[in-house]
């Protein structure tokens, strides 16, 4: 068991901060990887309230028995309300405007929020290939509100994807409402290992608060532009006893996603 | 009557399944009939346009065997999450031969399966706008078989999706009947669209079950016999993958994957080891092991009855 006197790590502060998001009530639109964990933390907290719904055609009862590794884990079929095609939640929740946040990962964020998870390099012949969209280009389409969550890396922030994956706001607010994309939708907010960011009137990333072992110049250094800073930009609260208490030894107690056990690295696979 | 449409593995691959045809495999994860797959890479099926919406191991092994000359998916991954090694080498170093790739997001995969489900000319959404997939509003370099108009009705851009229609369909289910009236429970992503969007389909069950069964629960059931050309009888068919009251995941399988098949010689050996070298799904559960199989199976989480009525007589009884 993981001792609660320990600090956080960047990417427990990541989760935290990510988590507090979440209204109580709303539905979510809840993608792999770190939205999983931040989705039932937040549901282990402050937000029991929360509908979440992955694109498969699941929408959770409770918070599943053991943590889900990806969004169609077999653990949903005894901790769902609702089976069925990915048409009962990405299509009559989230593009029938049902869905209040959609929650994504990603391989790399741009200036406005346009996710790339499909390819480095021209699509043509590409350098490095991902596995692409899945929902996310759904989620980022169609969602009031797109929180993206991911390490910082500097690789991860180029200026311009190579790619659109998921639309964020194009080269800005009025771009993406040209696309023909509605204008109640669009990324609120990118929550990284370093700190959080909103999206101001042009659609452009704003550093809003960083964390508090980060300085601002480290989160500049973290982006390949020349990054706005929130004039009321301040550090993140760290978490508290609870909150920490909670996501170690509640919600990801085996270190699934805090430890990265799923990826059985350090064991010898044997099959 | 209804005719028995059983047939073994082998048989039905080679019956139905033929170089040059569009092939759904179906399952939004659960549900991969990755037994089927396995026999479509022995009997080295060629040419193949492979329609996967979540394409996970089973897709990459018929990448990397060189049977697939086109790939239709929203996504192709190994869930750790990490490279599936096959289709990343298909697509930045064109090996085994260069792959042609059609890609949609996972909802607008549906629509286009649904399209083909229901032979429309097309479905509008509003979803993919913006996106590296719109080649009218980005210079991408994808090339698809979308289209961008303004509706008829609001005026507003929307994105016209055509539909995907299939030569031949696969899919795992829990059980069927001898007939092809298959059910299957658990998350069904695109399936009973992309099902019926198929001219042909190979129903590969756990078990296989009287008709009574079916008549008791018929909500559960995939696809009119009518619509189904074989049915397998496959145990654990899907195995790496899960299905529903039958077996877990088997998770550490997908690390053991991405380590055996990071250069194209592992990949080779690994195929020897797991497909060539077994002749059918009993050889490759004896490799698997008894004490493995058995780790995967579930504890029993059961349903209480539901009583559909039934009904012999019409209600002879008048308003007053």
């Known amino acids: ?271 | 009557m209804a005719q028995e449409k059983l047939l073994s593995m082998s048989d039905a691959i080679e019956r139905y399944v033929h170089d040059g045809d569009t092939l759904y495999l179906g399952g939004f994860i659960h549900h991969d009939p990755f037994a089927a797959a396995h026999e479509i890479i022995r009997q080295r099926k060629k040419n193949l346009t492979l329609s996967k919406c979540a394409g996970l191991l089973s897709v990459d092994q018929m990448i990397g065997a060189g049977l697939i000359k086109h790939l239709i998916t929203a996504f192709t991954w190994n869930p750790l999450p990490t490279t599936a090694h096959c289709f990343v080498r298909a697509l930045t170093k064109e090996v085994p031969h260069r792959m042609e790739i059609e890609e949609y997001s996972i909802l607008a995969l549906n629509l286009a399966y649904f399209a083909g489900a229901l032979n429309l000319p097309y479905v509008a959404t509003k979803t993919l706008l913006g996106s590296g997939f719109d080649w009218e509003q980005t210079d991408s370099g994808v090339k698809n078989r979308l289209r961008f108009e303004k509706s008829p009705f609001t005026g507003e851009r929307v994105c016209l999706i055509p539909p995907i229609k299939h030569d031949v369909g696969i899919i795992q289910a829990q059980r069927s009947d001898p007939y092809g009236n298959a059910q299957a429970w658990g998350m069904l992503g695109e399936v009973q669209y992309a099902l019926q969007s198929c001219e042909k389909v190979i129903i590969c069950a756990e078990e296989i079950v009287d008709t009574d069964v079916v008549m008791r629960d018929p909500n559960r059931t995939l696809v009119p016999t009518f619509r189904v050309s074989a049915v397998v009888e496959e145990p654990w068919g899907s195995h790496p993958g899960p299905m529903a009251g039958y077996y877990d995941m088997d998770w550490p399988y997908n690390a053991y994957y991405e380590k055996e098949t990071r250069t194209e010689e592992l990949f080779e050996n690994f195929m020897k080891k797991w497909v060539f070298g077994t002749r059918d799904r009993k050889d490759y559960l004896n490799l698997v092991g008894e004490e493995r199989l058995k780790a995967l199976r579930p504890e029993r989480y059961e349903p209480d009855p539901v009583s559909y009525g039934k009904l012999t007589r019409h209600l002879g009884v008048p308003y007053a």
């Not at chain 1, 993608?31 to 029991?48: D, E, M, N, R, Y």
Request: hydrophobic share 40%; glycine share 8%; charged share 25%.
């Open chain 1, 1 to 271: 068991m993981p001792d609660t006197k320990e600090k956080e790590t960047p990417i427990e502060q990541m989760i935290v901060s990510a988590a507090r998001l979440i209204t109580d009530g709303s539905v979510l639109m809840v993608g792999t990887q770190w939205p999983i964990i931040v989705s039932l933390l937040a549901k282990s907290l402050h937000a029991p309230g929360v509908t979440i719904c992955y694109e498969g055609g699941v929408i959770l009862a409770k918070v599943p028995d053991r943590i889900p590794l990806f969004t169609a884990d077999p653990v949903i079929n005894s901790s769902s309300a609702l089976l069925g095609n990915s048409f009962d939640t990405l299509g009559m929740i989230l593009h029938g405007g049902r869905a209040d946040m959609a929650l994504l990962s990603a391989a790399s964020v741009d200036r406005y929020g346009n996710i790339n998870t499909t390819c480095i390099g021209d699509y043509r012949s590409p350098k490095i290939r991902f596995g692409g969209s899945g929902g996310a280009c759904d989620f980022g389409s169609l969602a009031p509100k797109t929180v993206i969550i991911l390490e910082h890396d500097r690789r991860r922030f180029p200026e311009q994807v190579d790619f659109i994956t998921t639309p964020g706001y194009l080269k800005g607010k009025d771009v993406r409402m040209r696309a023909g994309l509605r204008p109640d939708t669009g990324p609120y907010a990118v929550v990284t290992s370093l700190g959080l960011f909103h999206f101001d009137e042009q659609g452009e990333m704003v550093l809003r608060a960083h964390n508090p072992d980060v300085s601002i110049k480290e989160v500049k250094d973290g982006v390949q532009w020349d990054l706005k800073i929130h004039r009321d930009v301040r550090p993140l609260d760290p978490p508290s006893k609870k909150e920490l208490r909670v996501l170690r030894e509640q919600v990801d107690p085996d270190g699934m996603y805090l430890r990265d056990a799923r990826r059985f690295d350090e064991k010898e696979v044997a099959v």
